[in-house]
């Protein structure tokens, strides 16, 4: 008889490190260093006992259970704007090479203690979530930011969207989340910033169906009058429009058709 599986319902997170293995050996062992302290200073800042978390380190990171009864709102709204000042003002004293930056992924859901760590659906959620190419864009979109926060539809629906702790909804924005054989809606945040400024995250199309799966990345349509209208975000331009240094020009039809034909 299988033994029984004790899961509880908890709050979890995973940070992971920009660009760590391009360091050398040396510079590794400062990373992992200097995330240790920053953790535990943003924690202090917020008033929370880190030595509470469960965690689970990766070298370039961790995965950390929050305790039970753990405010949800305070780790959007505290945490995780802590995490970007302390690592703001760690960067502006460091060396180009000694600098940091963090992908956060935060979900909720039932997980239990396993052989090798922890077990659970909600597990792979957070970290596909922080894994997934929306989350990397939206770091690389804003050079002075030092964090960039991915949520799940869960989080983004009990907590972003109930203005919890001053959280701004409109500052979070709705994403398409492919990794591996996971595909979902999700929600994108940078500290201090405008992520729905930027064009460089393409937004999602539509809610996520019962199946787990969520709508498509929103395309470049037709414009009325033949031309080509492309929608990110806040932003909506019409005619021929290039993006980033090596952006590509869509303008006509034929090559609006030539990208869906690629893709298919």
């Given at each position: 008889?299988?033994?029984?599986?004790?899961?509880?319902?908890?709050?979890?997170?995973?940070?992971?490190?920009?660009?760590?293995?391009?360091?050398?050996?040396?510079?590794?062992?400062?990373?992992?260093?200097?995330?240790?302290?920053?953790?535990?200073?943003?924690?202090?800042?917020?008033?929370?006992?880190?030595?509470?978390?469960?965690?689970?380190?990766?070298?370039?990171?961790?995965?950390?259970?929050?305790?039970?009864?753990?405010?949800?709102?305070?780790?959007?709204?505290?945490?995780?704007?802590?995490?970007?000042?302390?690592?703001?003002?760690?960067?502006?004293?460091?060396?180009?090479?000694?600098?940091?930056?963090?992908?956060?992924?935060?979900?909720?859901?039932l997980i239990a203690p396993?052989?090798?760590?922890?077990?659970?659906?909600?597990?792979?959620?957070?970290?596909?979530?922080?894994?997934?190419?929306?989350?990397?864009?939206?770091?690389?979109?804003?050079?002075?930011?030092?964090?960039?926060?991915?949520?799940?539809?869960?989080?983004?629906?009990?907590?972003?969207?109930?203005s919890y702790s001053g959280?701004?909804?409109?500052?979070?924005?709705?994403?398409?989340?492919?990794?591996?054989?996971?595909?979902?809606?999700?929600?994108?945040?940078?500290?201090?910033?405008?992520?729905?400024?930027?064009?460089?995250?393409?937004?999602?199309?539509?809610?996520?169906?019962?199946?787990?799966?969520?709508?498509?990345?929103?395309?470049?349509?037709?414009?009325?009058?033949?031309?080509?209208?492309?929608?990110?975000?806040?932003?909506?331009?019409?005619?021929?429009?290039?993006y980033g240094d090596h952006?590509?020009?869509?303008?006509?039809?034929?090559?609006?058709?030539?990208?869906?034909?690629?893709?298919?």
């Amino acid at each position: 008889m299988a033994p029984a599986v004790q899961s509880d319902r908890r709050m979890i997170m995973f940070v992971d490190m920009e660009s760590y293995s391009k360091n050398d050996d040396m510079g590794q062992f400062h990373a992992q260093s200097n995330f240790q302290k920053i953790m535990r200073e943003a924690a202090d800042l917020c008033g929370l006992d880190r030595s509470g978390w469960t965690t689970q380190a990766s070298g370039d990171g961790e995965f950390a259970i929050f305790p039970p009864g753990t405010s949800e709102p305070r780790i959007v709204a505290e945490l995780v704007p802590a995490m970007d000042r302390v690592l703001r003002d760690h960067n502006r004293q460091a060396a180009d090479q000694a600098r940091i930056r963090m992908r956060v992924a935060l979900h909720q859901g039932l997980i239990a203690p396993a052989e090798n760590g922890f077990a659970g659906r909600a597990v792979v959620t957070a970290a596909r979530l922080v894994d997934a190419e929306p989350v990397r864009e939206a770091l690389a979109s804003f050079p002075d930011a030092a964090v960039a926060l991915i949520v799940s539809a869960a989080i983004h629906r009990d907590v972003v969207c109930q203005s919890y702790s001053g959280i701004r909804p409109d500052r979070f924005r709705q994403v398409r989340v492919e990794v591996k054989s996971f595909v979902d809606q999700a929600w994108v945040f940078v500290p201090d910033e405008n992520v729905n400024s930027s064009p460089s995250v393409l937004v999602a199309d539509g809610p996520g169906d019962s199946s787990g799966r969520g709508g498509k990345a929103r395309r470049p349509t037709a414009g009325p009058s033949g031309g080509s209208r492309f929608n990110f975000g806040s932003v909506t331009n019409n005619g021929p429009t290039v993006y980033g240094d090596h952006g590509r020009a869509y303008g006509s039809r034929a090559a609006w058709r030539e990208d869906e034909e690629r893709e298919r």
